[in-house]
């Protein structure tokens, strides 16, 4: 891989969804590697606390969002690259339409800004949903063409559509790569978007299914996303996945590290369905959202497998970190924390 001849002070970087789990560690990854931040923070929205304050003092955090044309151009004044990690991930019916507009028109505001302000290069952020998962266990790659099916959820839709916009702006002009990242794990808010399943696994949820899908470290991403952002590739997507493992290995491996019960209870699709519904009327009794939604029960059936093989060999060195590693690093950290 041929690196371009900036040295990293020099590069002015804006990073959107900056408060949020990946972001928050791509900001990370950024200062430390002496790049200058600027990170979009929503009115209201708390710091991630799971970052270093030393880091985060270091990065210049404006107000703004990107169903804000007006502050998010104004964000973007004397940028050179932007990382655009803003995103809604839900799989509740409550929740779509606010999905719905985040992801795809804010996604297209970032594009539009970005032609306007002659962004040298657009990292964007999006899933391996956005590829559509598959029914039959086949493995899917960047090659993959996106099919309408049963098994899509809502929030992989939002993510295709969102695509569109970038690829779009490709079109026109804008220099960039799209990342597509299985399900990121690692050390975060547990409360929040995929570190969840920790605390999920250390409250001895009992159920588990033996469907398939892939997985990441979340630091493995943002490295990836801060050599590909120096980097002259240009035009590409690529597939971010660590391990392609069950549920259930996932799930029994979390619990070894808390030192907490396996999940003992099969969710077949029967069972699954009504775990979700059983979880659905629990919520509402609870004020929590439900561990189970109709749409993960689902996911969680399928068996899906991820093909890592194009960004190891773009980047020739690079590799990701073996799962039960980053379970392990990640169980510590959380335990240090909770326990």
Wanted: charged residues 20%; positive net charge.
């Amino acid at each position: 891989m041929t690196q371009t001849s900036m040295q990293p002070i020099q590069y002015k970087v804006l990073v959107t969804g900056g408060t949020g789990f990946l972001g928050a560690w791509i900001i990370r990854a950024l200062v430390l590697e002496g790049y200058q931040v600027r990170a979009i923070k929503r009115s209201g929205s708390e710091l991630p606390g799971f970052i270093e304050s030393h880091v985060l003092q270091k990065v210049n955090w404006v107000e703004g969002d990107v169903l804000d044309i007006m502050s998010l151009k104004e964000a973007m004044a004397g940028i050179d690259v932007v990382i655009h990690a803003a995103a809604i991930v839900s799989f509740q019916k409550a929740d779509r339409a606010n999905m719905y507009a985040t992801n795809i028109n804010g996604t297209a505001n970032v594009v539009n800004l970005s032609l306007e302000a002659g962004i040298k290069k657009l990292i964007y952020i999006s899933s391996v949903a956005a590829l559509g998962r598959t029914k039959d266990g086949d493995k899917v790659d960047e090659k993959k063409v996106w099919e309408e099916s049963a098994v899509n959820t809502h929030y992989a839709i939002s993510k295709y559509r969102a695509e569109m916009e970038v690829w779009r702006g490709f079109a026109e002009g804008q220099e960039g790569v799209i990342l597509n990242p299985s399900t990121i794990i690692g050390y975060g808010n547990w409360n929040n978007s995929s570190c969840a399943i920790f605390k999920n696994v250390y409250d001895e949820f009992p159920w588990y299914t033996n469907g398939v899908n892939g997985f990441v470290d979340v630091e493995d991403v943002a490295r990836a996303v801060i050599i590909l952002m120096s980097s002259k590739i240009n035009g590409e997507r690529f597939i971010l996945n660590g391990d392609n493992w069950s549920f259930r290995l996932l799930l029994n491996t979390m619990a070894d590290a808390f030192q907490k019960k396996h999940p003992f209870r099969e969710a077949s699709p029967i069972m699954g369905q009504i775990a979700w519904r059983l979880e659905k009327i629990k919520s509402r009794f609870t004020g929590k959202k439900p561990l189970l939604s109709k749409e993960t029960a689902k996911v969680a059936q399928s068996k899906t497998y991820f093909d890592n093989s194009k960004i190891l060999s773009a980047l020739p060195g690079f590799q990701f970190t073996p799962l039960d590693s980053a379970i392990s690093q990640s169980c510590k950290r959380y335990l240090a924390q909770h326990s």
